[in-house]
C-alpha cells in the first residue's frame, strides 16, 4: 500500500517533468516573437536544456528512465 503511493508520487513528478520539457519546447520560442519576460530567466533555459539533453542521451543509449525504473520497481513490475 504505501509502495502504490510511493510509485504513484513518482508518477506524478514524472508527469510534471514531461509537462515542463514539451510546454517550455513550445513556448520558449513563443514567448521570444511576444517579449515574454520569464523565457529570458537563465536558470528555467539551463534546466531546461539539461533535461532535454538527459531525455536525449537515455534514447540514444537505450536507457530506461530512472524514474520508469524506480515506479517499476516500487510496483513490482519487472
Same mark, same amino acid.
Given at each position: %500500500? =504505501? *509502495?502504490?503511493?510511493?510509485?504513484?508520487?513518482?508518477? @506524478?513528478?514524472?508527469?510534471?517533468? &514531461?509537462?515542463?520539457?514539451?510546454? /517550455?519546447? &513550445?513556448?520558449?520560442?513563443?514567448?521570444?516573437?511576444?517579449?515574454? =519576460?520569464? =523565457?529570458? *530567466?537563465?536558470?528555467?533555459? @539551463?534546466?531546461?536544456?539539461? %533535461? %532535454?539533453?538527459? =531525455? #536525449?542521451?537515455? #534514447?540514444?543509449?537505450?536507457?530506461?528512465?530512472?524514474?520508469?525504473?524506480?515506479? *517499476? /520497481?516500487?510496483?513490482? &513490475?519487472?
Amino acid at each position: %500500500m =504505501v *509502495n502504490k503511493l510511493i510509485a504513484d508520487i513518482v508518477l @506524478i513528478f514524472h508527469f510534471a517533468i &514531461v509537462i515542463f520539457i514539451t510546454f /517550455s519546447f &513550445v513556448l520558449i520560442p513563443i514567448g521570444y516573437k511576444f517579449y515574454w =519576460v520569464w =523565457v529570458k *530567466n537563465l536558470k528555467l533555459r @539551463i534546466c531546461h536544456c539539461g %533535461m %532535454m539533453i538527459f =531525455v #536525449t542521451l537515455e #534514447t540514444l543509449l537505450g536507457i530506461t528512465c530512472p524514474l520508469t525504473s524506480i515506479e *517499476n /520497481s516500487l510496483r513490482g &513490475v519487472d
